[in-house]
């Protein structure tokens, strides 16, 4: 009995600090956007009270310094809030450069909407209805002494918040739109493309290929695609750094004998595979980048190579330093939408291959909107990655549909299904009969371990790449090669696309990156051996997402690792003084 009552409180203080906290981020986003002061101290104080008689010690604390967080970004958005009054002004409207440097090519305004106000007063209305009904709620949650009541307040409770939660976030994605911010990412990234893919063109078509430096890229790793995909990446990356041509070879490929042209075009149209010579060995070196001609290790064995036994700079995760600004004004996750740039470099299709991908298009109906699902098993499962029922994708799939219901309801709940398991396949059509399930069996049959590495296996992968990454949403591992691959893709289609993914394992990663490091935004404090403490300001080496709100790290002086809050850091971008392009017209 005295277990059940333990049980029972621990439930209901979980409860009420979860929502709690929730309402700490809902009340964080209405200091941003909305003006009434007195009203959020209100709030502020008001939950205070709540939490003061349900949550511990460590609890408060953490409470605390949340607020005192939201109190310093107060004061810097008490700034902003008095530039936003001042441009309703005409007569004091100002170039939005003068705000930030979103706007550095000048002449543009930043003038508030009446779609905006609208949106803004909805977001306002939605964020105080919230808190009238979790402080309601949660004292009843409290008071309550039968624990079968306790549990279904705590269930109705939960369903309540998620259906509102999706209310709100369909709300600041309003916001966004109304304030004219949809289409201005969508304006930018377009510019960021057309300039990198130029760049990107222009340094692998040299006007003399003889005079050019270059740098000869194997594609035949003893690897799958996806592998091989991403170690032409890396040939690219190094070739843009370094400044040389990336020449690929592509003879034998175990894919195809036809080499990589008979499904992608050519990296380069004035090299040829004769302009390679003899290729000496990359080292981390000046003297090396004299040489005419180098070759790469494979990424795994580059820091052996190199030399000094240490790694590049850059490498993924790095961003060209002259490019990073201009990318994080439009996209949260630049090392990201730079890999997507690559990768979509590479997946230039030959107009052959476009053909099969249009016809499937057609005989598929493949619209949006749209959820790609990659299950991955066969040589996978137990080795690289654990096995995922189909069930947990499918949540996933049904939380998105479910979030586009707020603002309309979905005529067609339709998802692309990629796998190599036409078990898994079946499976999702004969239990989920709500959703059209869409796929290609042909695909799914070349994807045995018996029949790899043959042209039809190389159309079947690209076939189901090229979908995943066409979908509005990605349900899959990131423990797979294909689905970083197709999440890269789709980068490089959408203006920012870092949030449009359920990953049931890893977070994503470049196989052979440099370290994926986080800046604690907060210091803390370990609560049990499993966590790490730290201070504001540290630098965590990331080793993983848990996904239930805490992440796993290593801290980089200590060497301690454990979990953490999420919340607690933000990415720790890497910025690298990479060679500086002109544009060229005459290809």
Request: aromatic residues 10%; proline residues 4%.
């Amino acid at each position: 009995m005295a277990g059940m009552v333990a049980n029972y409180t621990q439930l209901k203080r979980f409860v009420a600090v979860g929502v709690a906290l929730w309402f700490l981020m809902l009340f964080g986003l209405s200091r941003m956007f909305l003006s009434s002061e007195s009203d959020s101290e209100h709030v502020g104080k008001s939950l205070e009270q709540v939490l003061g008689r349900i949550a511990t010690a460590g609890e408060k604390q953490q409470f605390k310094t949340a607020m005192d967080k939201i109190e310093k970004l107060q004061q810097q958005n008490d700034i902003l809030q008095r530039r936003l009054q001042d441009l309703r002004n005409p007569a004091l409207q100002r170039p939005v450069a003068e705000i930030g440097h979103a706007a550095a090519d000048g002449g543009e305004y930043l003038v508030p909407s009446k779609e905006f106000e609208y949106s803004r007063r909805k977001l306002e209305n939605g964020i105080v209805e919230f808190w009238r009904y979790a402080s309601t709620h949660l004292k009843d949650l409290y008071e309550t002494k039968d624990s079968n009541a306790a549990k279904a307040l705590a269930k109705q409770m939960l369903d309540f918040m998620g259906e509102h939660k999706g209310v709100i976030l369909a709300d600041i994605n309003n916001l966004e739109s109304a304030a004219g911010i949809t289409e201005w990412k969508l304006q930018k990234s377009l510019e960021m493309t057309r300039i990198v893919q130029n760049r990107l063109k222009n340094l692998q078509n040299p006007r003399n290929c003889a005079e050019a430096r270059r740098l000869r890229c194997s594609i035949n790793k003893a690897c799958g695609l996806g592998c091989q995909l991403h170690h032409a990446t890396y040939c690219l990356i190094a070739g843009y750094a370094l400044n040389r041509t990336v020449i690929l070879e592509s003879k034998g490929w175990r894919y195809s004998k036809k080499g990589w042209e008979s499904v992608f075009l050519p990296l380069t149209k004035t090299c040829k595979s004769s302009d390679i010579g003899t290729p000496r060995a990359w080292r981390d070196d000046p003297e090396n980048d004299k040489e005419p001609v180098i070759e790469l290790p494979i990424v795994d064995n580059i820091q052996g190579a190199s030399g000094n036994n240490k790694r590049p700079l850059w490498l993924p995760l790095a961003v060209p330093r002259d490019l990073f600004t201009r990318i994080h004004a439009f996209h949260k996750n630049p090392p990201i939408w730079w890999m997507g740039q690559i990768v979509s470099y590479l997946w230039r299709l030959q107009p052959s291959t476009q053909k099969i991908l249009d016809e499937l298009t057609t005989k598929m109906v493949f619209a949006s909107p749209i959820v790609g699902v990659h299950v991955r098993r066969t040589d996978k499962v137990g080795t690289e990655a654990a096995k995922h029922e189909v069930s947990e994708y499918m949540e996933h799939v049904k939380a998105y549909f479910d979030q586009l219901d707020v603002t309309k309801k979905t005529a067609v709940r339709r998802v692309y299904v990629a796998t190599d398991d036409s078990a898994a396949f079946h499976e999702i059509k004969k239990n989920y009969p709500d959703y059209e399930i869409l796929g290609n069996t042909d695909s799914m049959d070349s994807a045995a371990l018996n029949k790899r590495y043959s042209d039809a296996s190389l159309i079947g992968v690209i076939t189901d790449v090229h979908f995943l990454s066409q979908s509005d949403h990605l349900v899959c591992t990131f423990s797979s090669q294909v689905c970083r691959l197709a999440y890269e893709l789709m980068q490089a289609r959408l203006p920012d696309a870092a949030d449009f993914y359920n990953s049931l394992d890893d977070v994503y990663y470049y196989g052979g990156q440099n370290g994926h490091n986080v800046r604690a935004i907060l210091p803390h404090q370990a609560a049990n051996p499993e966590e790490i403490s730290f201070d504001k300001g540290d630098l965590l080496g990331l080793a993983g997402n848990h996904w239930d709100g805490y992440s796993v790290a290593q801290h980089k002086v200590t060497d301690r690792k454990g979990k953490f809050p999420s919340y607690k850091a933000e990415e720790h971008f890497v910025k690298y003084d990479m060679p500086h392009y002109e544009d060229r017209s005459d290809l």
